[in-house]
């Protein structure tokens, strides 16, 4: 299987926002108003595109929260989430 696209959903404090960022090239993906937006209904998921990808989530202090990988079934088995 082909490595996944790696994303980091990180807050914006200069347009007060929550963006979705692409590491490789470090270029926003999609913009959301609040982290919730980003985090419910699929948001995300649709975000990252029909290739899927992993995606990681940072608290609004820059630690990281969590870690989400699209479509579900392409997580690795030996992750322990």
Same mark, same amino acid.
């Given at each position: 299987?082909?490595? $996944?696209?790696?994303?980091?959903? /990180?807050?914006? /404090?200069?347009?007060?926002?929550? =963006? $979705?960022v692409? *590491?490789?090239? =470090?270029?926003?993906?999609?913009?959301?108003?609040?982290? #919730? *937006?980003?985090?419910?209904?699929?948001? $995300?998921?649709r #975000?990252?595109?029909? =290739?899927?990808?992993?995606?990681?989530?940072?608290? /609004?202090?820059?630690?990281?929260q969590? /870690?989400?990988?699209? %479509?579900?079934? #392409? *997580? %690795?088995?030996k992750?322990?989430?």
């Open positions: 299987m082909a490595k $996944l696209p790696k994303f980091t959903l /990180e807050r914006n /404090e200069k347009t007060d926002r929550w =963006d $979705l692409k *590491d490789t090239t =470090d270029r926003t993906v999609k913009s959301f108003e609040t982290k #919730a *937006d980003a985090t419910r209904g699929g948001a $995300l998921e #975000a990252v595109g029909a =290739d899927g990808g992993s995606v990681k989530i940072q608290k /609004e202090n820059g630690r990281f969590e /870690e989400r990988t699209y %479509p579900g079934s #392409a *997580d %690795p088995r992750s322990p989430g």
